[in-house]
């Protein structure tokens, strides 16, 4: 992919840096939590009450409930969960090569990236001869994954790691373009996550966009359109500072990501989990 930025001059790039705080993966936790809040309301009876089983598993109350585990695997002191981190800590993102066309080979070799993932672990959540924390454990990365693929710099710049080495000024402090659409921009209506996305529901359902025949890979369209926002002028900033027009601008896109990945995740696991018992076991 092209790039379209600008050197920033040495000592406030030294300064940035001094301030920024480390990289992040994903959306920020709000920004999970209001897609899992998004989705639940949207389940089918049939999906909701195996989400509903697979969440009693792990003591959980809400797809909201887990929407970052996969975030926080990172700072788990088990070991096996630092290992896991490790090999799924790919899996959050999808590197384009080229106009946002989506290319397996070139752009998740091996299947590692958030495409794959999300259909590795859809089909585990889906096959009810797996062990039940086999597939709640699927039903976390599920959740975070769609709500990853979303996120416009998650299927960025490989570069630049997706916005993260690109420093920015946000607020009176040094920060990255990454971790301004990750939680910068959301951080801005000071809203907790149920209540943005009460917000964003107030706004009516949101139309997701067709799917391109005769390429049917869900997961593959959306991180291609997540892509073309991050070709678009102006998502990264001149002059390396967010100020009040930026966030008036790049707010309301942000916020759509938000509802399409609500709306995606809902009709994934309706998809996958919206069989009853019986009905999938004659399959």
């Known amino acids: 992919m092209h790039r379209r930025r600008q050197s920033l001059p040495l000592a406030l790039l030294a300064s940035a840096l001094l301030?920024?705080?480390?990289?992040?993966?994903?959306?920020?936790?709000?920004?999970h939590r209001i897609v899992a809040d998004l989705a639940q309301p949207r389940l089918t009876?049939?999906?909701?009450a195996?989400?509903?089983?697979?969440?009693?598993?792990?003591?959980?109350?809400?797809?909201?409930?887990?929407?970052?585990?996969?975030?926080?695997l990172r700072d788990d002191p088990v070991p096996e969960m630092a290992v896991l981190a490790r090999e799924t800590a790919p899996l959050h993102y999808v590197n384009m090569h080229g106009r946002c066309v989506y290319r397996p080979a070139l752009d998740c070799p091996d299947g590692q990236c958030v495409v794959h993932a999300i259909h590795h672990y859809a089909a585990i959540l889906g096959d009810r001869s797996l062990p039940i924390a086999e597939r709640?454990?699927?039903?976390?990365?599920?959740?975070?994954?769609?709500?990853?693929a979303q996120q416009p710099?998650?299927?960025?710049?490989?570069?630049?790691?997706?916005?993260?080495?690109?420093?920015?000024?946000?607020?009176?402090?040094?920060?990255?373009?990454?971790?301004?659409?990750?939680?910068?921009?959301?951080?801005?209506?000071?809203?907790?996550?149920?209540a943005y996305a009460a917000l964003l529901e107030r706004e009516g359902p949101v139309a997701l966009p067709k799917p391109i025949a005769p390429f049917d890979d869900a997961p593959a369209q959306w991180v291609e359109q997540s892509c073309r926002i991050v070709m678009d002028d102006g998502v990264y900033p001149?002059?390396?500072?967010?100020?009040?027009?930026?966030?008036?601008?790049?707010?309301?896109?942000?916020?759509?990501?938000?509802?399409?990945?609500?709306?995606?995740?809902?009709?994934l696991l309706n998809r996958v989990l919206g069989r009853s018992p019986a009905a999938s076991a004659s399959q």
């Open 136 to 148: 709640a454990q699927a039903l976390n990365f599920v959740v975070h994954f769609v709500g990853d």
């Open 50 to 72: 195996e989400v509903d089983r697979l969440l009693a598993s792990e003591h959980a109350a809400s797809l909201a409930d887990i929407a970052n585990w996969a975030d926080r």
């Open 153 to 194: 710099l998650h299927a960025g710049y490989q570069d630049d790691k997706g916005g993260n080495e690109v420093q920015v000024q946000f607020e009176g402090r040094g920060s990255n373009l990454h971790r301004v659409w990750d939680s910068g921009l959301l951080s801005t209506r000071r809203l907790d996550a149920a």
């Open 19 to 31: 301030a920024v705080a480390p990289a992040a993966l994903a959306w920020g936790p709000l920004g």
């Open 45 to 48: 009876p049939a999906a909701r």
């Open 238 to 267: 001149s002059g390396h500072r967010i100020d009040a027009a930026y966030v008036e601008r790049m707010r309301p896109i942000a916020e759509r990501q938000l509802r399409l990945g609500g709306a995606r995740l809902a009709a």
